[in-house]
């Protein structure tokens, strides 16, 4: 699986940067994209993606969450895309309602079925770092409860570090962050080889339930010129975890 902020992802995506984006996601077999703009093209952008997607030698389908439906600040949409050689989407992906008068931009959840087995993902954008992210974040310590007959992996952007003692409530469930001190989020220009700034981006996943195989990021950026023309894709790298369903 792959989770990326795809920073305003809408209309302002040019094709040449849907197909770059396209080539850096072929190879996963499920996608979760944070940060589609709720209007100007958001849901396009995905269709635009997935079509992309579609000419790499692979089926690809996908789902986009209506607008978050909080009143609490900025509205955005999240969207997944998935193999359907590989998985098989069950029902409808739905916005968490319950927590839409405490988080900003409340979590997507998908579930998905791999043979007889099956997994869910909760994707999630936090507030930024000055509207203090940990506030939201408590929350997810409670979606496992809510939900006991799935097995859920928390992704996405969360404005905050995995070591922020907000997630040790998640550890103690025995969910892990994939990542520990790797930073994901781009600096505006490189200083040296220093060219990321926040460790903000994860995915955490339910050790019993779950395999772990592989995690890392891709440094997409290394291959522009500068860090103004890789932030025309992302100011945020694309986090991978591979792993089996137990």
């Known amino acids: ?52 997607l579609n000419r790499k030698g692979s089926k690809w389908d996908y789902c986009i969450s209506d607008p978050t439906l909080s009143t609490l600040g900025s509205t955005e949409r999240y969207a997944f895309l998935w193999k359907t050689a590989r998985l098989k989407k069950m029902g409808d992906a739905v916005l968490e309602k319950k927590y839409q008068t405490s988080i900003e931009r409340e979590p997507y959840i998908a579930t998905f079925a791999l043979g007889d087995k099956q997994f ?3 994707a999630f954008h936090a507030v930024p770092k000055s509207k203090h992210p940990e506030t939201e974040i408590k929350y997810l310590q409670f979606m496992p409860q809510e939900y006991p007959d799935k097995t859920i992996l928390f992704c996405g952007d969360f404005n905050c570090s995995e070591s922020n003692q ?48 592989e995690s890392g990021v891709i440094h997409f950026y290394k291959g522009f010129s500068s860090m103004k023309a890789a932030r025309k894709i992302s100011d945020h790298l694309p986090v991978y975890f591979k792993f089996s369903l137990n």
Not at 21 to 29: G, H, T, Y
Request: with cysteine.
């Open 1 to 52: 699986m792959c989770s990326w902020n795809l920073e305003n992802f809408g209309r302002s995506k040019s094709d040449s940067a849907i197909q770059f984006i396209a080539v850096n996601l072929k190879d996963f077999d499920v996608v979760a994209v944070v940060e589609v703009v709720a209007g100007d093209g958001g849901a396009q952008a995905v269709a635009r993606l997935a079509d992309e």
């Open 166 to 213: 907000v997630f040790n409530p998640l550890k103690t469930m025995n969910y892990p962050p994939v990542l520990v001190h790797q930073r994901t989020s781009l600096k505006m220009k490189c200083k040296g080889d220093t060219c990321l700034a926040n460790e903000y981006d994860n995915v955490f996943y339910p050790k019993q339930k779950i395999q772990f195989i």
């Open 120 to 122: 869910s993902i909760a």
